[in-house]
């Protein structure tokens, strides 16, 4: 969006840094903006649908190990407002691999979907124990899948960087939308109403995603 800066020949520099002065050459009009915002939820949505989906393999080796982890998550797993959603998620997720674990020709792979990985990662690394076979256990664990769970947490950075740069465009959008130039041929109230559609599709979803 093009804007233009009033001289000021008093100002240090001759440009004038108070943000009001900033002239818009092209003011946008409110439905406008407005579509470009449903637009940017539409492909909102469709990220974080694809992130639930998306699975990864993480390397258990072990039926041993997996009920360890089980265990851990069920008893012992510290939560919060903003990770009891993921932590359900993830003992849901891991739960429905049980029958795999059990077949003889398992390799040892538990697949977890992308809205997973992140509080699993959480999980384990705030693992906290008491004694000598407690913390062999823990070792144990990380030798087992420690480093290749690190890579994975990698990965899922890296395929959300989508989910982030749309996050960044509404966040613009966000601001045009305040603008004292644009052009109101519909109520401000229909940008709103499409602000709700993005709060209600953020509750059902996990919350922790959106810090990947």
Same mark, same amino acid.
């Not at 492909?43 to 009920?67: C, H, M, W």
């Given at each position: 969006?093009?804007?233009?800066?009033?001289? /000021?020949?008093?100002?240090?520099?001759?440009?004038?840094?108070?943000?009001?002065?900033?002239?818009?050459?092209?003011?946008?009009?409110?439905?406008?903006?407005?579509?470009?915002? &449903?637009?940017?939820?539409?492909?909102?949505?469709?990220?974080?649908?694809?992130?639930?989906?998306? =699975? %990864?393999?993480?390397? @258990?080796?072990?039926?041993k190990?997996?009920?360890?982890?089980?265990? @851990?998550?069920?008893?012992?797993?510290?939560?919060?407002?903003?990770?009891?959603?993921?932590?359900?998620?993830?003992y849901?997720?891991?739960?429905e691999?049980?029958?795999?674990?059990?077949?003889?020709?398992?390799?040892?792979?538990? &697949?977890?979907?992308?809205?997973?990985?992140?509080?699993?990662?959480?999980?384990?690394?705030?693992?906290?124990?008491?004694? @000598?076979?407690?913390?062999? !256990?823990?070792?144990?664990?990380?030798?087992? @899948?420690?480093? /290749?769970?690190?890579?994975?947490?990698?990965?899922? +950075?890296?395929?959300?960087?989508?989910l982030?740069?749309? +996050?960044?465009?509404?966040?613009?959008?966000?601001?045009?939308?305040?603008?004292p130039?644009?052009?109101?041929?519909?109520?401000? !109230? &229909? %940008?709103?109403?499409?602000?709700? =559609?993005?709060n209600?599709?953020?509750?059902?979803?996990?919350?922790?995603?959106?810090t990947?």
């Amino acid at each position: 969006m093009a804007k233009t800066v009033k001289m /000021d020949p008093t100002a240090q520099g001759g440009v004038v840094t108070d943000p009001s002065e900033i002239v818009n050459e092209n003011p946008r009009k409110m439905s406008e903006i407005i579509a470009d915002k &449903k637009a940017a939820l539409k492909t909102n949505e469709e990220l974080l649908r694809a992130l639930q989906k998306n =699975e %990864y393999d993480i390397p @258990f080796g072990s039926v041993k190990l997996y009920k360890q982890v089980l265990k @851990f998550l069920e008893k012992e797993a510290d939560w919060g407002h903003t990770t009891a959603t993921g932590l359900i998620m993830l003992y849901s997720n891991l739960k429905e691999q049980q029958p795999v674990t059990r077949e003889k020709d398992w390799d040892g792979i538990i &697949k977890l979907r992308g809205t997973s990985i992140t509080i699993f990662w959480t999980m384990i690394t705030s693992m906290k124990g008491k004694g @000598f076979f407690a913390a062999r !256990d823990f070792v144990e664990m990380m030798a087992a @899948f420690g480093s /290749d769970l690190s890579k994975v947490v990698g990965q899922v +950075h890296q395929d959300n960087q989508a989910l982030r740069e749309n +996050h960044a465009h509404m966040a613009e959008l966000d601001k045009e939308v305040n603008h004292p130039e644009v052009i109101l041929d519909v109520a401000i !109230d &229909k %940008y709103n109403e499409a602000e709700e =559609e993005l709060n209600k599709l953020m509750d059902e979803v996990d919350p922790v995603v959106e810090t990947v």
